[in-house]
């Protein structure tokens, strides 16, 4: 989602991380596809990058999508949501190379197994699942636009890199953005997508 806040009296809610660090992580993804699809070594299956509004007021955007959609959702193969990750929360101040992982084995195992590959193969980030748990009390899971996906059976993963003293503050400004943990963190989810872009079949789904 590209919106915040917003502005309230004379304060300026900038989301530096919340959530322009996603949404410049995706368009740089997409100029990445687009740069390999004009070299004539594009991926054998459509991509739909997809930036919506409305996700700080009740994930709106994403649920207008999935009410009309670009393409029929029994076609779409897996939705991979990225939301905060140019930051560093407190429990990973000794080691920025992580991101949190959620959702990804809630409907398809094997989407779970695809982007451990990818990360092993890679990116070699830490991932963490600890927002990830059944009984995470934050649950992350179901406040993302991911979730509008995952709610219609498709499977999804949420990359997030927790929250921090500027989480929802004027003060989550960009200069406080670590770009270099973004970068890898995009390229993660590029490979994700490339390899779901490109297999003979489609991930199942094999958990309710």
């Not at 459509?46 to 999935?66: A, I, N």
């Not at 393409?71 to 949190?100: C, K, Q, S, W």
């Not at 748990?133 to 499977?155: Q, V």
């Amino acid at each position: 989602h590209y919106d915040h806040l917003g502005k309230k009296g004379e304060d300026v809610y900038n989301g530096a991380d919340d959530n322009a660090s996603g949404t410049s992580t995706v368009l740089e993804i997409a100029q990445a596809f687009a740069d390999a699809d004009n070299a004539g070594a594009g991926p054998r299956r459509s991509v739909l990058f997809l930036l919506v509004s409305g996700e700080e007021k009740g994930l709106l955007g994403s649920q207008y999508y999935v009410e009309n959609p670009i393409f029929p959702l029994e076609n779409t193969v897996a939705n991979l949501n990225i939301d905060m990750v140019g930051r560093v929360d407190e429990a990973h101040e000794a080691d920025p190379n992580y991101i949190y992982v959620i959702g990804a084995d809630r409907l398809s195992s094997e989407l779970h197994d695809i982007n451990e590959k990818m990360n092993a193969n890679y990116t070699k980030l830490t991932l963490d699942y600890t927002y990830n748990e059944e009984d995470d009390p934050n649950r992350y899971y179901y406040r993302s636009d991911h979730y509008n996906f995952a709610e219609r059976g498709i499977p999804a993963i949420f990359f997030f890199n927790g929250t921090h003293d500027d989480y929802h503050m004027i003060s989550d400004t960009s200069e406080k953005i670590r770009f270099e943990k973004m970068a890898v963190i995009g390229q993660l989810v590029f490979h994700n997508i490339w390899e779901l872009a490109n297999r003979d079949k489609r991930i199942v789904v094999d958990k309710k």
